[in-house]
T-cell receptor, first 112, second 114 residues
Framework: KQEVTQIPAALSVPEGENLVLNCSFT??????LQWFRQDPGKGLTSLLL?????REQTSGRLNASLDKSSGRSTLYIAASQPGDSATYLC???????????FGKGTHLIIQP | DTAVSQTPKYLVTQMGNDKSIKCEQN?????MYWYKQDSKKFLKIMFS???????INETVPNRFSPKSPDKAHLNLHINSLELGDSAVYFC?????????????FGPGTRLTVL
C-alpha cells in the first residue's frame, strides 16, 4: 500500500528566504507526482506535475524534483513571499485506474 | 469560467438524511473523481469515473454512490448520513485515464452532519 510522508509538517520562515519542502513515498512504482497548494477553506491548486520519466519541473519561483528510485521529491520555493503561505500537498499516482495518494501536507507560513 | 465547480459549498443536515453534492467540469476532461478530506485534513480518493464508467471504487460505504449523467458531471449521493460523514468533499477532473494527467480540483463542499 502506497504511503506518502511530508516533512516538515509545519514551517515558518521570514520573507525572502529560499526553502525546501520534502515528500517521500514507499512504492517507487509511480506514474507521476503532483504538488498542490491549499489555502484555508479553499480547494487545491495544482502547482507542478512531474512524470515518472522526468527529474524536475519548474514554474516561476517553484522547482520540483523527483528521484523515483529513492522515493523522494522536493519542492523548492525561491525568494518566498507572504502570499506563498498555504498548505502544500504532495500526491503520487501509480497510473491506470488509481487516483492520487496524498501526503498530509506541509503548513507553510511566510512572515512579512 | 470556473473549471471545476461544486454545489453546494456548505451542507448542514441531520443524521439519517439523504443528500447529494453536484460537480461539473467545463474542461472537456474524460475522468472525474471524488475525494474526502477528513477533520485532520487528510485527503483520500473515493471514486473516479472515466467516460461514464466507474473505474475505481475505494473501500467506502455503499451509502455513497457516484452518479454521472454525462461526461461533464459527477454527482455524489449519500444515503442515511452518519456523524462520521462530516468532512470536506472535493471533486476533481483530469484529461485522460486516472493518474496519467494533471488533476484539477473544485472548491470543495463542507458537509456537517448533526
Amino acid at each position: 500500500k502506497q504511503e506518502v510522508t511530508q516533512i516538515p509538517a509545519a514551517l515558518s520562515v521570514p520573507e525572502g528566504e529560499n526553502l525546501v519542502l520534502n515528500c517521500s513515498f514507499t512504492d517507487s512504482a509511480i506514474y507521476n507526482l503532483q504538488w498542490f497548494r491549499q489555502d484555508p477553506g479553499k480547494g487545491l491548486t495544482s502547482l507542478l506535475l512531474i512524470q515518472s520519466s522526468q527529474r524536475e519541473q519548474t514554474s516561476g519561483r517553484l522547482n520540483a524534483s523527483l528521484d523515483k528510485s529513492s522515493g523522494r521529491s522536493t519542492l523548492y520555493i525561491a525568494a518566498s513571499q507572504p502570499g506563498d503561505s498555504a498548505t502544500y500537498l504532495c500526491a503520487v499516482c501509480r497510473g491506470g485506474a488509481d487516483g492520487l495518494t496524498f501526503g498530509k501536507g506541509t503548513h507553510l507560513i511566510i512572515q512579512p | 469560467d470556473t473549471a471545476v465547480s461544486q454545489t453546494p459549498k456548505y451542507l448542514v443536515t441531520q443524521m439519517g438524511n439523504d443528500k447529494s453534492i453536484k460537480c461539473e467540469q467545463n474542461l472537456g476532461h474524460d475522468t472525474m473523481y471524488w475525494y474526502k478530506q477528513d477533520s485532520k485534513k487528510f485527503l483520500k480518493i473515493m471514486f473516479s469515473y472515466n467516460n461514464k464508467e466507474l473505474i475505481i471504487n475505494e473501500t467506502v460505504p455503499n451509502r455513497f454512490s457516484p452518479k454521472s449523467p454525462d461526461k461533464a458531471h459527477l454527482n455524489l449521493h449519500i444515503n442515511s448520513l452518519e456523524l462520521g460523514d462530516s468532512a470536506v468533499y472535493f471533486c476533481a477532473s483530469s484529461q485522460g485515464l486516472a493518474g496519467m494527467d494533471e488533476q484539477f480540483f473544485g472548491p470543495g463542499t463542507r458537509l456537517t452532519v448533526l
